[in-house]
Nanobody, 123 residues
Framework: QVQLVESGGGSVQPGGSLTLSCAAS????????IGWFRQAPGKEHKGFGCISARDNRSWYEDSVKGRFTISRDNARNTVFLQMTSLKVQDTGVYSCAAAPPRPQCQTAAYATWGQGTQVTVTS
């Protein structure tokens, strides 16, 4: 069964850090682009970062560039999202998704989704 499971969400103060995990089963995560998406309260689901298959090239939206880092641990078949300098506007449900490889991961067709994990940034 092809599956992605996110974990690591929680509540953190502004300026704090969190690391989310996206564990894959039923497929090899290194063979797929993995994207991270956020749905803020009252807003649409939006992608903000991804990592390409095999070569680990990554892309980030400007709002998270320099604060968020996506990495992959092939031995654990898991992709990580390290978030630092968190802001209140980073609050939302964070989901990872997998897509067949494309030259640019931000244009990939993400079809396999995790259930999401809540991140709340509040003082």
């Amino acid at each position: 069964q092809v599956q992605l499971v996110e974990s690591g969400g929680g509540s953190v103060q502004p300026g704090g850090s969190l690391t989310l995990s996206c564990a894959a089963s039923g497929f090899t995560v290194d063979h797929y682009a993995i994207g991270w998406f956020r749905q803020a309260p009252g807003k649409e689901h939006k992608g903000f970062g991804c990592i390409s298959a095999r070569d680990n090239r990554s892309w980030y939206e400007d709002s998270v560039k320099g604060r968020f880092t996506i990495s992959r641990d092939n031995a654990r078949n898991t992709v990580f999202l390290q978030m630092t300098s968190l802001k209140v506007q980073d609050t939302g449900v964070y989901s990872c998704a997998a897509a067949p490889p494309r030259p640019q991961c931000q244009t990939a067709a993400y079809a396999t989704w995790g259930q999401g994990t809540q991140v709340t940034v509040t003082s």
